[in-house]
């Protein structure tokens, strides 16, 4: 049977970070993913210490989901830039408000994960953190347009 929903909860928040949207420059942003302690125990990360970077899945939180373009729109607004659609994008403006990150995990201390470069704002709700393991990476040459790689030269 096909449901038409999705229950999700928040496993825990970003603390600390950036509050509001810069597009560019999270290089060495530093924050805290806090996991609900109502929920988790120091268990639900053990041996995640040893692990150098994670995923994160988040909640787009601040984005109204009306504001959310259905037609194709130029990458961050550039004038310049053709128009591509939805899943042709990485910002915000998702249908299901759903951020994606690679960060770095600096430290675990019981239910903080101290971590750098997560590109998601103070407050937003976790939904998910898994391990980032190598052998998820591409296994072929990854390509992607030339206006991709020029909005992403400032990112980190």
């Not at 910002?91 to 903080?112: F, I, K």
């Not at 072929?140 to 790689?149: F, S």
Request: aromatic fraction near 8%; hydrophobic fraction near 40%; proline fraction near 10%.
């Amino acid at each position: 049977m096909t449901s038409n929903t999705v229950p999700l909860r928040p496993v825990g928040q970003v603390v600390g970070g950036r509050g509001e949207v810069l597009e560019d420059d999270w290089h060495d942003v530093r924050a805290v993913i806090r996991l609900d302690g109502a929920s988790f125990t120091a268990s639900a990360v053990l041996g995640l210490e040893h692990f150098s970077h994670l995923e994160v899945v988040f909640l787009f939180d601040r984005i109204n989901p009306a504001e959310v373009p259905a037609e194709p729109r130029p990458p961050r607004g550039n004038p310049n830039a053709a128009p591509v659609g939805v899943f042709a994008h990485r910002g915000p403006y998702r249908p299901n408000r759903l951020g994606v990150s690679r960060c770095r995990l600096l430290a675990v201390d019981g239910l903080d994960l101290h971590v750098a470069d997560l590109d998601a704002l103070s407050g937003s709700p976790i939904l998910d953190v898994k391990p980032y393991l190598t052998e998820f990476a591409p296994r072929h040459p990854v390509t992607q347009p030339a206006w991709a790689t020029e909005l992403m030269s400032r990112y980190y």
